[in-house]
């Protein structure tokens, strides 16, 4: 099994950066790609981006792009999701999920991941 904490969501205003971590333990050896999603209220689950362990293989959302980056520490088990100039609709329950697929074109089903963290709520106000 494998286990993934996430952390560092918050309340921040329009504009405003937050970095959220997701800590993965257990049989991590296993899976390939790290990936982020979110989900509103009242709204689908919805793909963020996703990253190999070994750095390679990020894919990020078209509705992040240019805002959204994530990386990750593979000595640490870590992938984080930097996230800068936040909008109100970037307000969600953000997920980190690990998949034992990899693909360079990436994996925005959450269908295609095995383990799945708690989440953390970010809420951005206007």
């Known amino acids: 099994q494998v286990q993934l904490v996430e952390s560092g969501g918050g309340l921040v205003q329009a504009g405003g950066s937050l970095r959220l971590s997701c800590a993965a333990s257990?049989?991590?050896?296993?899976?390939?790609?790290v990936g982020w999603f979110r989900q509103a209220p009242g709204k689908e689950r919805e793909f963020v981006a996703n990253i190999g362990w070994s750095g390679r293989g990020i894919y990020i959302a078209d509705s992040v792009k240019g805002r959204f980056t994530i990386s990750a520490d593979n000595a640490k088990n870590t992938v984080y999701l930097q996230m800068n100039s936040l909008k109100p609709e970037d307000t969600a329950v953000y997920y980190c999920?690990?998949?034992?697929?990899?693909?360079?074109?990436?994996?925005?089903?959450?269908?295609?991941?095995?383990?799945w963290g708690q989440g953390t709520q970010v809420t951005v106000s206007s």
């Open positions: 257990g049989r991590t050896w296993r899976t390939n790609t």
């Open positions: 999920a690990a998949s034992l697929k990899y693909s360079t074109a990436g994996l925005a089903d959450p269908g295609q991941f095995d383990y």
